[in-house]
């Protein structure tokens, strides 16, 4: 089954940023490979993300896997569209596998991997993530990268908003969205939580760490899931989510007139708003670093 996996990130500091992630955030230590620090979940992803230090900040990938014939596809709809990517034989990483990597039409660098070595999973702690559900990116051209989610990658629309496109790999609603805006960049990554009891025992935690919610605590419409967010100390924005909706494939695609609140809210609770002057900074803050692959 393909599934989002993991986001890749590169940072100054990164080990202070490991240390949130494995500590008040609740990941898990899954090893170094020079100044590349991994964090797992407690479900069977070798990890779900990682820290990189770097001069700047940016994204080096966001990262699919599925099984070797699933991602086989994707690397035959890519061959046939004449879109750049490069076949990996082995990733020397937590759950290794053999794959390859992939440019969006903006520069996004996408990764699909059919992993070989996957790791057991752990029981449910409401105290850490089991994996990452989605993540949303900031794109100059919301459609296209869209159409080109499903016609290369294999992805369905499942809604549709005002500002955002929700495009699902499996039966959860979305694994990753795109959200109109002038730039591309990392938009947020949300990680899943066991529960609601989870997400509100850890938007407790982070006010513990001196972490406010940016947004929260909330449930959206489309893909009806709640929601608590934060800007990282290390800057971007995370999320703990739970309760994400399960689709099949007569889903109806919402459209935008399908999700509309009253006047001051932005969620179906309408508990809170969202800090837009700290969002949109740290929204703006990690973008795909430039990559040279061969077409």
């Known amino acids: 089954m393909m599934r989002l996996r993991s986001v890749e990130l590169e940072l100054p ?11 008040a955030w609740g990941l898990l ?14 479900g069977d992803h070798g990890y779900i993300i990682s820290v990189t230090e770097a001069a700047v900040f940016g994204i080096a ?7 070797g014939e699933e991602v086989a596809g994707v690397a035959q709809r890519a061959k046939a569209a004449k879109v750049p990517h490069q076949p990996i034989q082995s990733f020397d990483e937590p759950g290794n596998g053999h794959g390859f990597v992939l440019e969006g039409l903006e520069g ?26 989605h993540t949303v990116l900031n794109s100059t051209d919301r459609e296209a990268c869209v159409r080109f989610a499903e016609q290369v990658f294999g992805f369905r629309i499942s809604d549709r908003t005002q500002a955002m496109s929700f495009l699902r790999c499996n039966r959860q609603h979305h694994a990753v969205a795109y959200v109109k805006s002038d730039i591309c960049s990392l938009n947020h990554i949300a990680f899943e939580m066991p529960n609601l009891e989870a997400v509100m025992l850890g938007i407790g935690r982070m006010r513990d760490n001196g972490v406010p919610l940016v ?18 100390p290390f800057g971007g924005i995370i999320e703990y989510t739970s309760e994400v909706n399960l689709v099949d494939d007569d889903y109806p695609v919402g459209k935008p007139e399908d999700w509309t609140w009253p006047p001051g809210r932005s969620d179906q609770w309408g ?13 703006r803050q990690y973008r795909f670093r430039p990559a040279v692959i061969p077409a």
Not at 13 to 23: E, I, M, N, V
Not at 29 to 37: F, V
Not at 61 to 67: A, D
């Open 271 to 283: 508990h809170s708003l969202k800090d837009m002057a700290r969002a949109e900074t740290a929204e």
């Open 215 to 232: 947004w929260g605590p909330g449930r959206h419409g489309p893909g009806n899931n709640v929601f608590g967010y934060f800007v990282a």
């Open 61 to 67: 990938s966001v990262t699919f896997s599925g099984s």
């Open 108 to 133: 996004q660098i996408y990764r699909f991997i059919a992993e070989t070595q996957p790791v057991a999973k752990l029981p449910d702690d409401l105290k850490r993530p089991i994996q990452l559900t």
């Open 29 to 42: 230590d899954a090893g170094k490979r020079g100044k590349t620090t991994f964090l797992r979940g407690t």
């Open 13 to 23: 500091q990164s080990d202070a940023a490991a240390g949130f992630l494995s500590g």
